[in-house]
């Protein structure tokens, strides 16, 4: 039996289920906390995709975990400069939030924002306890191939930083394969690093749900509903869905709903009611809890990132949550994620950027429904087997027991 520890979170951006937004850090630390250890999280007091900050306590125990929100400017979505303010303010708050909290064993910092990490490390540091060091995204390399990083100096400098915590953990958890790679390649040893991917909670997805609720919320009848949930960014590339759509009029019964939020998604809506498309939905945000009836409302779904080299190394979170769901997914990702949809037989890949061939996949399940109910029901059965989040939660208690003082 591993002794219980007490596992510290640093996140700007944790999310629980009363809010949009990828839950990964609740259902690991909730999953810890039944099999008998502690866990606090030291977050922001805001709600990350929609900006506003977030009513209620400063400290609250959700599902058994200990959530302490520690002060940041309100300045998310204003401009790149803005955020950075917002993250430098949280930055410095949370050390003195979380220096206060005793008895901790483990420290965990986790990237993008990497604002954060100086906060973890130096609170691991004082408490002289382990520093965990949790890798999300690739940052700063995802923003320089986007082109939103172009300042020289400011890559060297963020290069410099994410080189200063890599050879200052004691050890890495990654959430992709190919992101493992890219730390042996920067120098850290594989010994040191443990894969622990994104999924998720498949208990709270009912793939046998057709949710009609939101189909009745939504005014969509009984159309094709084609379901985009996720952040509405750059990097995003919804503007290939809206091209997909413009490729269908009322007549095909296809609906498309873009469930989420992001500082594109107010832009986004104009362009599709300039183009007419009045088969697109802009459905707004949904609190995670309500995800399960917005995804049993979709015939299928579709993920999309613009077309960079970097992106074929993420597993991006709302695929896994579109598997649990019993959806087919079109995937305009390639790379690993592609991997994972090709190997379970839960949906059909497309070339990033193409919306002649998402319109088409899209036609292909519209005209064979069973075709993709077959393809829902294998993308259930693959990710109930490799990405359930307690499988790794198991995995991440192994972590815990191999750098906690405690628990050596």
């Known amino acids: 039996m591993v002794e219980p520890v007490h596992l510290l979170i640093l996140h700007q951006n944790f999310v629980d289920h009363r809010h949009p937004g990828g839950t990964r850090h609740l259902e690991l630390a909730k999953n810890l906390v039944e099999m008998g250890h502690r866990v606090t999280v030291v977050t922001g007091t805001l709600d990350y995709l929609?900006?506003?900050?977030?009513?209620?306590?400063?400290?609250?125990?959700?599902?058994?975990?200990?959530?302490?929100?520690?002060?940041?400017?309100?300045?998310?979505?204003?401009?790149?400069?803005?955020?950075?303010?917002?993250?430098?303010?949280?930055?410095?708050?949370?050390?003195?939030?979380?220096?206060?909290?005793?008895?901790?064993?483990v420290v965990l910092g986790?990237?993008?924002?990497?604002?954060?990490?100086?906060?973890?490390?130096?609170v691991a540091r004082l408490k002289r306890r382990p520093f965990v060091l949790e890798v999300r995204d690739l940052w700063p390399e995802f923003a320089i191939d986007m082109g939103v990083l172009t300042n020289p100096i400011i890559i060297f400098s963020a290069r410099r930083a994410e080189q200063f915590f890599y050879r200052r953990a004691d050890h890495f958890v990654v959430n992709s394969p190919a992101?493992?790679?890219?730390?042996?390649?920067?120098?850290?040893?594989?010994?040191?690093i443990s894969v622990i991917p994104n999924g998720v909670d498949i208990r709270m997805f009912d793939p046998d749900s057709r949710g009609q609720q939101i189909r009745d919320e939504l005014g969509l009848g009984d159309?094709?509903?084609?379901?985009?949930?996720?952040?509405?960014?750059?990097?995003?590339?919804i503007e290939t869905i809206l091209d997909a759509a413009m490729r269908f009029d009322r007549a095909a019964h296809v609906r498309f709903v873009l469930v989420g939020g992001g500082r594109d998604a107010i832009s986004l809506e104009r362009k599709a009611r300039a183009r007419g498309l009045d088969?697109?939905?802009?459905?707004?945000?949904?609190?995670?809890d309500r995800m399960r009836c917005v995804l049993a409302a979709s015939n299928a779904c579709v993920a999309t990132l613009m077309n960079i080299p970097m992106f074929k190394t993420t597993y991006p979170n709302k695929v896994f949550d579109y598997m649990a769901a019993g959806r087919p997914t079109i995937l305009g990702i390639d790379g690993v994620i592609r991997d994972v949809i090709e190997q379970s037989e839960g949906g059909l890949f497309v070339t990033p950027g193409d919306s002649e061939a998402l319109a088409q996949a899209i036609e292909t399940m519209r005209s064979d429904p069973d075709l993709a109910q077959r393809m829902g029901r294998s993308a259930r059965r693959y990710v109930e087997e490799h990405f359930d989040r307690r499988l790794q939660s198991t995995e991440l208690e192994k972590v815990l027991k191999l750098v906690a003082p405690k628990a050596a």
């Open 179 to 192: 992101y493992r790679e890219y730390l042996v390649g920067k120098g850290v040893p594989l010994k040191t």
């Open 110 to 122: 986790t990237t993008p924002p990497l604002f954060q990490l100086p906060s973890a490390w130096l």
């Open 279 to 288: 088969h697109v939905v802009f459905a707004g945000t949904y609190p995670k």
């Open 223 to 237: 159309d094709f509903v084609v379901t985009y949930a996720g952040a509405m960014g750059p990097a995003n590339d």
């Open 50 to 105: 929609t900006g506003k900050p977030i009513e209620g306590p400063r400290r609250e125990r959700i599902s058994g975990v200990e959530v302490v929100r520690s002060y940041a400017f309100p300045s998310l979505h204003y401009s790149l400069i803005w955020r950075v303010v917002s993250y430098v303010s949280f930055m410095l708050t949370s050390i003195w939030s979380a220096i206060r909290i005793r008895e901790v064993d």
